[in-house]
């Protein structure tokens, strides 16, 4: 029987990935300032 999860190395690169491009903010409001559409309108809701 084959499994269709990926490995716990691949998971964890994909993880370390999303670390490491959302630190590079000067990036990301780069990509924003090219496609507004996709800039939120509202911050989402943080409860705590």
């Known amino acids: ?4 999860a990926e490995s716990d190395d ?3 690169k994909a ?4 670390s490491v ?3 590079r903010t000067d990036r990301i ?3 924003l300032e090219t496609h507004p559409q ?11």
């Open 21 to 23: 491009a959302l630190s």
């Open 29 to 31: 409001a780069a990509y």
């Open 10 to 12: 691949r998971l964890q």
């Open 38 to 48: 996709f800039r939120l309108t509202t911050p989402y809701a943080v409860e705590g």
């Open 1 to 4: 029987m084959s499994s269709h």
């Open 15 to 18: 993880v370390d990935f999303i």
